[in-house]
């Protein structure tokens, strides 16, 4: 079983309001990242997680926090949600041992 | 840092046609590449993936073929049908898993 799964598939937040994403993965895998994709644009890379070591990406390090409290779940959470977060939120995973990723089918996040 | 440029951004076929895309990338060092396919409404779809020292790989009516000396990706999809109808990122890596996609090819499948 390669499945990610994400809930939920969509989500409306009020602007200034908390959201939190969960993602899970029944692979054992020991890199779980979140990816942010917004309509006509390529999907980019907000954070990743190796195992409990959490990596931010430069642009994005303020604006979004994760946990990892196991192998399986890992959660993306904004604390106070603007228009511009509006987008799609991929969660996707991998293992050391093999280069594939694989991705879940992704929350559409709406904020308004 | 790697960039990675994908064409065409549209592309529409008939039935039964081969449907190119192309990437091209920077980094010499780039050692994983892959494509996916997104659907209406979907997450990414892993199609397939190579590693730097394949130049060619056939996979159920797909082929994806890596030029290391011009840093150019294809994905070949011969005898394309209504169901290809997606959008189709090619994703690369350097190391480390963290994929750097290209912009996407919105493909449609006409009868």
């Known amino acids: 079983d390669t499945t990610v799964k994400q809930n939920p598939r969509y989500k409306l937040a009020r602007v200034g309001k908390p959201v939190n994403l969960i993602c899970s993965q029944t692979?054992?895998?020991?890199?779980m990242y979140w990816y942010q994709k917004k309509p006509n644009q390529a999907p980019k890379l907000l954070l990743f997680?190796?195992?409990?070591?959490?990596?931010r990406e430069a642009d994005t390090f303020e604006k979004f926090q994760s946990s990892r409290p196991n192998n399986s779940f890992c959660s993306l959470y904004i604390g106070s949600a603007g228009l511009e977060y509006s987008a799609m939120y991929l969660c996707?995973?991998?293992?050391?041992?093999?280069?594939?990723?694989?991705f879940g089918k992704g929350t559409r996040l709406t904020v308004v | 840092g790697e960039q990675v440029e994908q064409r065409p951004p549209h592309l529409s076929v008939r039935e039964g046609d081969s449907a190119i895309i192309i990437c091209t990338y920077t980094?010499?060092?780039?050692?994983?590449f892959s494509w996916y396919k997104q659907e209406a409404g979907a997450g990414l779809q892993l199609l397939m993936s190579?590693?730097?020292?394949?130049d060619r790989k056939e996979e159920q009516g797909l082929t994806v073929l890596l030029n290391k000396k011009d840093k150019r990706l294809s994905l070949n999809l011969t005898a394309a049908h209504p169901g290809d109808s997606a959008v189709y990122f090619c994703?690369?890596?350097?190391?480390?898993?963290?994929?750097?996609f290209g912009q996407g090819t919105i493909l449609k499948v006409y009868l």
């Open positions: 996707a995973s991998s293992s050391r041992q093999n280069t594939e990723v694989f």
């Open positions: 692979m054992n895998h020991d890199t």
């Open positions: 997680y190796y195992d409990k070591i959490l990596n």
């Open positions: 980094d010499s060092a780039t050692a994983y």
């Open positions: 190579v590693l730097s020292n394949v």
């Open positions: 994703a690369v890596s350097v190391g480390g898993q963290k994929l750097v």
